[in-house]
């Protein structure tokens, strides 16, 4: 049966794969390849889930598409995750697009300015473990902003100081292209 | 005597999650796809017992070669630092369940998903 046509993980495999063998011995890639044992996991869970709701003729649970959607969401948000720092034993890891939206916000906060692209990536990590960070951001400025260069010496400034003091990762390089203006009351 | 006590994942993940799902900073545990999955065979399953499991949407839980992991999927607030808010769930993962279970988490992986800011 397939899953996903194109659905591939990070680690090459794609799901279809994994859903074929599931039922198969699984090989030295599929035991250490935290990828495909999580996706392995899921659609397993997912499987005895279907099975057991055809099993049961009760009605399907309020807020189900609701939920579903939500977990739709939150899957393409894990999409890629970068580390933190932590003494702890295990890890802390935060989604790019977590990074995003909190850079998104910085940005928009400067006044004179919005932001529309964030492209954030990983370049190197730090001494303490946490991912060192290269982020791009497409703004547009508002037409008639005198001081233009201050706006963007300010969005520098904001952008740089929420990644450290609201995610905990430092940023080695930050790009800004204007790239529209807007006026007034848009 | 011997005895022995065996404490089954479902509870240390139950217990890993409300310790989570109460940490300063933590907004909400994010079940993604295969927690959704988890759930509706729970509640499935609790309606056949007529006992209401307790959530663990969000937690999974691996014991490999002897180790238990706890794995925490979280959506956090904008206002504190990311990364402290992971570390204080894993301290209080870790806290909770060995005081609920007497259970020693070798591990706890917390993955933020998403950062929720303030409206303008």
């Given at each position: 049966m397939a899953v996903n046509e194109d659905y591939a993980l990070p680690c090459g495999r794609d799901v279809d794969t994994i859903w074929d063998r599931l039922d198969r011995d699984t090989d030295e890639h599929d035991q250490d390849c935290p990828h495909c044992r999580t996706a392995r996991e899921g659609l397993l869970a997912l499987r005895s889930a279907t099975r057991e709701l055809i099993d049961e003729p009760d009605p399907?649970?309020?807020d189900l598409l609701g939920r579903i959607m939500s977990a739709v969401r939150a899957e393409v948000r894990r999409g890629q995750m970068l580390d933190l720092a932590s003494a702890e034993p295990g890890g802390v890891a935060v989604s790019t697009q977590a990074i995003a939206v909190v850079l998104r916000y910085a940005a928009d906060s400067a006044g004179g300015v919005r932001a529309r692209r964030v492209r954030v990536r990983q370049v190197g990590v730090d001494a303490a473990g946490a991912a060192q960070v290269a982020a791009e951001l497409t703004l547009t400025v508002r037409l008639g902003n005198s001081a233009g260069a201050e706006t963007l010496a300010r969005v520098r400034e904001l952008v740089s100081a929420a990644a450290t003091a609201r995610v905990g990762i430092t940023l080695v390089s930050l790009n800004l292209l204007v790239e529209d203006v807007y006026e007034d009351g848009e | 005597m011997t005895s022995e006590y065996v404490i089954a994942a479902p509870v240390v993940a139950g217990v890993a999650a409300r310790a989570a799902a109460g940490t300063?900073?933590?907004v909400r545990l994010e079940p993604g796809l295969r927690g959704l999955a988890a759930a509706l065979v729970r509640a499935a399953r609790d309606r056949w017992t007529g006992l209401a499991a307790a959530p663990a949407e969000g937690v999974r839980v691996r014991t490999a070669d002897g180790k238990l992991t706890v794995e925490v999927d979280v959506v956090v607030s904008g206002i504190d630092q990311a990364a402290a808010v992971g570390q204080a769930v894993q301290r209080s993962v870790r806290r909770e369940v060995a005081a609920q279970t007497g259970r020693t988490v070798d591990a706890v992986q917390v993955s933020i998903v998403d950062i929720e800011m303030e409206a303008r």
């Open positions: 399907t649970p309020p | 300063a900073g933590v």
